[in-house]
Structure formats: structure tokens, C-alpha cells
């Protein structure tokens, strides 16, 4: 991906310099740019990998849905916070993932730490099973499942090619 970034880079600077103009142009750069971005769309197979881009989409995709998750238990705790009495059972449950690597492990036990209401507590020893530690786990743990397969898949899309 950063070779096909950079290779858009030098494909956008390359059209500015033979274009011959007076002075700069940023309109003749991003033209440039543009035109590398079809040129790297219609050279994809010879890279070995996704189209940069697409990539780019997922991360774009990946942060949306935390933002959305994020705001969404936020409300959730907010409402149970206020409420003149809590009706709430914490608890802990397990949760099997089909991810690999340490840097997908990573960044989903982030964004359910990040999340209120949830708490990834520990990894198995294989690092297949979370134990995840959830504000209630009557209402929420439908809730958290829900949104650890949504944040599991962006992951695969950012990660994997």
C-alpha cells in the first residue's frame, strides 16, 4: 500500500514538472494525482496487492462505525447512569474471535476498550478468546456482540488483502 501511494505521488509530480507551466498549480497537481490514481487503478494486478484506495475506504469505514459506536454506548450508559435506580448486572463473559496477528488483536480490544460500557479484561493464552467485562450484561451483551462482529470485520477489511 505505501508503494503505491508514493508511486501516486511521484506519478502526480512527474505530470506537474512536464506540463511546463510558469508557476505552480495546484489544479495541474491534483490533475496529476488523478490521473496516477487511474493509471495505479488499471496497473492493480502487478502489485501483488489491494488497490490503495480500497484500503483507504476501509480505515474510513472503520473509524465511522467506532464513532458510531461509540456515540450509541455512550447514550446507552448515559440513560443508565440518570436513571433513578440502577438496574444493571455487571458481569463477564468470553468471546471467541476469527482474527489473527497481533495488530488485529490489538486494535479490537482498543475499540471495545474504547467503547463505554466495556472492558476487554484479558486474552487466553493462544489469543483466540477475549474475556470481556460488560456494564450489564442482560442488556449490553447483545449490544457489545453486535458490535465486536461489526469491528471485527472492518478489521478485516483494513488488515488483510
Known sequence: MP???LLNITIAILWTLLMD???????TLIAGYLLGIGVLFLMQRFFGSKFYLIRVYSAIKLLLIFISEL??????IITQILSPKLKIKPGIFSYEHNLEGDYELTALALLLT???G?????VS???KVFYIHAM???ESRDAVLR???VFEKAIMEVTRD
Open 136 to 138: 450489564d450484561v442482560e
Open 3 to 5: 508503494a503505491q501511494f
Open 21 to 27: 507551466e510558469e508557476t505552480f498549480r495546484l489544479s
Open 125 to 127: 493464552p493462544d489469543g
Open 114 to 116: 474504547l467503547t463505554p
Open 147 to 149: 458490535s465486536i462482529k
Open 71 to 76: 456515540f450509541q454506548s455512550s447514550l446507552l
Open 118 to 122: 466495556s472492558v476487554v479484561m484479558e
